[in-house]
């Protein structure tokens, strides 16, 4: 036997817990140009923003926030005006800085003038909700701050609650700042200035980031628990066997196979939500001539295997969004089952009325980091469209590559793509993924009607009375042209000790540690 | 010429090799497919914004410039920083190179007690079974990938029989990094005598340390054996034995001290190449390396990482060289290490 002691105690102190990433965290502050996705969950944990979102229960139990209720986080109160185009806020009397300084105004309009100021995707997803301007942030008094819109819109309020719109300590920020570096970039990326539920205890770049909680928060409910580890552990097979084994409370974001054997094995909770707004797609660029014939592109709708590809890509795990009843959406609802199944006859017939009845070549290409998924869809596809003529040839693409060839250039005929919107209004999904130029319409797809109904819809109010109707009518457009053909919904799967409470999906994707219980 | 004369003279001869790894690992980063800026500036980012990032990063300059520029930060020490991991490149490789040394240097450490032994009982008892299991053993060695025996050392020593502490890189969740004094976390807490740390770290180094000597056994022991067999049926050795000389003294004096030639060779280059290469055993027993640093840094386009990485390989494969000539002439004292 070897020298060797047990050694699980951390996951038996009451007040700890153990989280398990496969990515790493490479900057504590999300303005800064080059912070990776993982690191978003620093701003989440660490910072507050204005407004937070509530909590609902999803149908299996598990729980999820709710896209439709805002709720305060240092904003203690809002009030719309009568024209809708400006919100003015009222901050929390008692809310302060880990420092004890009280959180002002000025604060608040620091730090959306530095999103914007720093630019990247700290001013893109600031512009989703119309915040394009620093004069659009205005100091009223200490405790009250205003912004004012270039036009109403329903993502304004919303967009406050984004990882993005966080609250940092102005007076730390500014005393640390040097002239080359005006907005403390250097400092804020290692030292977080905050308000929020956790501090930061440690950061061993590539290996952990420690959270010891706030206990003056005012945010919302005081955290359960003391102290949360987060360590990376890129293998998923040490990160299963660790969880299986106690010795971390979660394992986030697994892959779909480990979520699938490890449900079945009920050994351990298997949290699968599923990702708001967020489509695993096929898509069919236009600028490749076959797929300019919309017969063609639901030719190849009707013969995408989609449920093999359910079992083989996605384990199972995901919301079918294939086998729609009616040719028509019944209700608004985004995203919902497309009225396409695998029906290779009719694949065959779509096909025999174009001008392509002797089939074609194409080559299907995938990201190499969505490898894990891409290649079995991909496969199956592949095989599938080959029993109608269509030859498909498969081109992997290196992860560094793909957003300029598959997003920026729009130059692949045929690709798998996932992109998933924030805010979650199927209008915003639209807009991204369904007019000309935009970054996720890698079909180049281009319709006036589309056009002009995400132009209505983007910023309309859900309340509004033709809301409803146009969104139909838009669902209606992806229907039948089907430039993206959706494959499923996703899931964001997570495996945790069945100690472990409190678990809730985001739409940012990232550990939120603020609800956890043990 | 004297010892220091010789080892000036080696470092002189690595400049030129060194300056043209500095061109080549420039241009080659720059010949990569893909464009960091658009990667960097995420995935919702416009063209002005990922225009503003190039900027950010320098690489809207002519190629040319950019160089000047890093040439002249390396003149000053400054390697630059690492976009993908947010710090440094220094930092993370004065971090990183210890994680990688401490691992790769125990490993061998352990194969050569395993490999010198069993390959040179292999050779003097040639075609017994001892002959046969060095057989497998090499065998095995190269056979196994080392991220599946990696696996299947936590599957058994950690998950099976819960004996092993848990993957999760240098220490445990218990114990606090001491300060960094050698790099070497076993070391670094003995001198600040956290007794209990220094366990810690050993627990942890134990399970990847084998599954990479596993790996580097096979060929020592193979180098061994051979060149074992070589020297016993040398002349010198014919002599040595029909002199009538100790069986003890003609096996580990004649034979086994001109058969080391060959194996520290080998030495060399098993960990050379380990240091590099172990990123599978670095990412399942989530070891903090420069191996899987490197990777990552090469799949994002991280120029000033993969740059760094190169260079500091480089420059410790210059100095791994001098080791091993000096270490020659120790052996064998007619070898000259001519300047």
């Known amino acids: 036997m070897l020298p060797f002691?047990?050694?699980?105690?951390?996951?038996?102190?009451?007040?700890?817990?153990?989280?398990?990433?496969?990515?790493?965290?490479?900057?504590?502050?999300?303005?800064?140009?080059?912070?990776?996705?993982?690191?978003?969950?620093?701003?989440?944990?660490?910072?507050?923003?204005?407004?937070?979102?509530?909590?609902?229960?999803?149908?299996?139990?598990?729980?999820?926030?709710?896209?439709?209720?805002?709720?305060?986080?240092?904003?203690?109160?809002?009030?719309?005006?009568?024209?809708?185009?400006?919100?003015?806020?009222?901050?929390?009397?008692?809310?302060?800085?880990?420092?004890?300084?009280?959180?002002?105004?000025?604060?608040?309009?620091?730090?959306?003038?530095?999103?914007?100021?720093?630019?990247?995707?700290?001013?893109?997803?600031?512009?989703?909700?119309?915040?394009?301007?620093?004069?659009?942030?205005?100091?009223?008094?200490?405790?009250?701050?205003?912004?004012?819109?270039?036009?109403?819109?329903?993502?304004?309020?919303?967009?406050?609650?984004?990882?993005?719109?966080?609250?940092?300590?102005?007076?730390?920020?500014?005393?640390?700042?040097?002239?080359?570096?005006?907005?403390?970039?250097?400092?804020?990326?290692?030292?977080?200035?905050?308000?929020?539920?956790?501090?930061?205890?440690?950061?061993?770049?590539?290996?952990?980031?420690?959270?010891?909680?706030?206990?003056?928060?005012?945010?919302?409910?005081?955290?359960?628990?003391?102290?949360?580890?987060?360590?990376?552990?890129?293998?998923?097979?040490?990160?299963?066997?660790?969880?299986?084994?106690?010795?971390?409370?979660?394992?986030?974001?697994?892959?779909?196979?480990?979520?699938?054997?490890?449900?079945?094995?009920?050994?351990?909770?298997?949290?699968?939500?599923?990702?708001?707004?967020?489509?695993?797609?096929?898509?069919?660029?236009?600028?490749?001539?076959?797929?300019?014939?919309?017969?063609?592109?639901?030719?190849?709708?009707?013969?995408?295997?989609?449920?093999?590809?359910?079992?083989?890509?996605?384990?199972?795990?995901?919301?079918?969004?294939?086998?729609?009843?009616?040719?028509?959406?019944?209700?608004?609802?985004?995203?919902?089952?497309?009225?396409?199944?695998?029906?290779?006859?009719?694949?065959?017939?779509?096909?025999?009325?174009?001008?392509?009845?002797?089939?074609?070549?194409?080559?299907?290409?995938?990201?190499?980091?969505?490898?894990?998924?891409?290649?079995?869809?991909?496969?199956?596809?592949?095989?599938?469209?080959?029993?109608?003529?269509?030859?498909?040839?498969?081109?992997?693409?290196?992860?560094?590559?793909?957003?300029?060839?598959?997003?920026?250039?729009?130059?692949?005929?045929?690709?798998?793509?996932?992109?998933?919107?924030?805010?979650?209004?199927?209008?915003?999904?639209?807009?991204?993924?369904?007019?000309?130029?935009?970054?996720?319409?890698?079909?180049?797809?281009?319709?006036?009607?589309?056009?002009?109904?995400?132009?209505?819809?983007?910023?309309?109010?859900?309340?509004?009375?033709?809301?409803?109707?146009?969104?139909?009518?838009?669902?209606?457009?992806?229907?039948?042209?089907?430039?993206?053909?959706?494959?499923?919904?996703?899931?964001?799967e997570s495996a945790m000790s069945p100690k472990l409470e409190g678990y809730e999906f985001w739409f940012h994707r990232q550990v939120d540690a603020r609800s956890f219980k043990v | 010429m004297g010892q220091l004369a010789i080892i000036f003279a080696r470092v002189l001869q690595a400049v030129p090799t060194l300056i043209g790894i500095i061109i080549v690992t420039f241009l080659l980063t720059r010949a990569l497919p893909g464009d960091p800026a658009a990667y960097f500036a995420g995935a919702a980012a416009t063209p002005e914004s990922i225009a503003e990032i190039r900027a950010n990063l320098g690489l809207d300059q002519p190629l040319p410039v950019q160089f000047l520029k890093y040439v002249q930060d390396l003149g000053t020490g400054n390697l630059g920083q690492s976009v993908s991991t947010g710090q440094p490149v220094a930092t993370e490789l004065l971090r990183r190179l210890p994680a990688s040394l401490e691992l790769t240097l125990t490993a061998l450490l352990l194969s050569v007690a395993v490999a010198i032994p069993l390959g040179v009982l292999a050779a003097v008892r040639q075609d017994t079974w001892i002959d046969q299991l060095c057989r497998f053993v090499v065998t095995a060695g190269v056979s196994l990938p080392t991220f599946f025996t990696g696996l299947l050392l936590v599957y058994v020593f950690y998950f099976l029989l819960g004996v092993a502490p848990a993957p999760l890189g240098r220490l445990d969740l218990m114990h606090v990094t001491p300060p960094q004094v050698t790099g070497f976390l076993v070391f670094d807490s003995l001198i600040a005598r956290e007794w209990s740390t220094a366990w810690s770290a050993a627990k942890q180094l134990l399970l990847p340390s084998i599954t990479l000597a596993l790996f580097t056994l096979a060929p020592i022991a193979r180098m061994t054996r051979a060149s074992m067999l070589q020297a016993l049926s040398s002349e010198y050795l014919r002599t040595a034995r029909a002199a009538g000389l100790a069986r003890g003294r003609v096996l580990m004096v004649y034979a086994f001290r001109n058969a080391l030639l060959p194996v520290v060779t080998t030495l060399g280059m098993v960990f050379s190449f380990t240091l590099g290469a172990n990123v599978l055993v670095e990412k399942v027993f989530a070891w903090p390396g420069i191996g899987s640093f490197a990777i990552e840094a090469l799949v994002v386009s991280d120029y000033a990482a993969v740059q760094g990485f190169v260079l500091s390989m480089a420059v410790l494969f210059v100095v791994l060289n001098l080791f091993i000539d000096t270490l020659y002439t120790l052996i064998d004292p007619r070898v000259q290490v001519d300047g």
Request: proline share 7%; with cysteine.
């Open chain 1, 5 to 492: 002691l047990k050694t699980n105690a951390w996951a038996q102190s009451t007040g700890t817990v153990v989280v398990l990433i496969g990515n790493t965290i490479n900057s504590l502050d999300i303005h800064r140009p080059g912070t990776n996705r993982p690191s978003y969950q620093v701003a989440v944990n660490v910072y507050d923003r204005l407004v937070t979102f509530g909590t609902k229960k999803l149908p299996d139990g598990s729980l999820s926030y709710d896209y439709d209720k805002v709720e305060p986080e240092l904003a203690e109160s809002w009030q719309l005006s009568s024209d809708r185009k400006a919100i003015l806020f009222k901050i929390k009397a008692n809310a302060t800085f880990w420092d004890g300084t009280p959180v002002t105004a000025e604060d608040v309009k620091w730090s959306f003038d530095r999103a914007l100021a720093l630019g990247g995707f700290p001013k893109v997803q600031m512009g989703a909700g119309g915040f394009v301007d620093p004069s659009q942030f205005v100091v009223v008094d200490s405790k009250n701050f205003r912004i004012d819109l270039k036009q109403p819109s329903k993502l304004a309020l919303p967009n406050l609650g984004v990882p993005v719109a966080v609250i940092i300590n102005s007076k730390v920020a500014k005393a640390n700042a040097t002239e080359k570096d005006p907005w403390a970039a250097e400092y804020l990326h290692r030292t977080p200035a905050g308000s929020g539920a956790f501090k930061v205890e440690r950061w061993d770049a590539g290996q952990q980031l420690v959270y010891v909680r706030n206990d003056k928060w005012v945010g919302g409910p005081l955290p359960a628990v003391q102290r949360v580890i987060i360590r990376e552990v890129p293998a998923t097979a040490t990160r299963r066997a660790m969880v299986e084994r106690g010795d971390a409370h979660l394992s986030f974001q697994i892959p779909n196979k480990d979520a699938q054997e490890l449900a079945a094995a009920k050994k351990v909770k298997v949290t699968g939500s599923p990702i708001d707004n967020c489509l695993y797609v096929a898509c069919l660029n236009y600028n490749f001539e076959p797929f300019k014939d919309q017969k063609v592109r639901q030719a190849v709708a009707y013969a995408i295997p989609y449920d093999q590809i359910f079992k083989q890509a996605a384990y199972g795990r995901g919301v079918p969004m294939w086998g729609g009843k009616s040719p028509k959406p019944a209700t608004a609802a985004w995203p919902q089952k497309f009225p396409y199944d695998t029906d290779l006859k009719k694949a065959k017939a779509l096909l025999a009325q174009t001008k392509y009845k002797d089939g074609f070549e194409v080559p299907l290409s995938y990201d190499l980091g969505e490898a894990d998924w891409g290649e079995p869809a991909a496969l199956l596809i592949q095989e599938s469209l080959g029993k109608i003529g269509i030859k498909v040839k498969l081109d992997k693409v290196p992860g560094a590559n793909w957003r300029t060839v598959a997003l920026v250039d729009k130059k692949l005929p045929f690709l798998l793509e996932n992109f998933g919107g924030w805010l979650n209004t199927a209008d915003y999904y639209f807009y991204w993924a369904y007019i000309k130029g935009n970054l996720f319409n890698a079909s180049n797809y281009d319709d006036p009607v589309v056009k002009k109904l995400v132009d209505e819809t983007l910023h309309m109010d859900k309340s509004d009375k033709t809301y409803d109707a146009k969104i139909k009518q838009l669902i209606q457009k992806a229907f039948d042209d089907v430039p993206r053909i959706p494959l499923w919904q996703p899931t964001l």
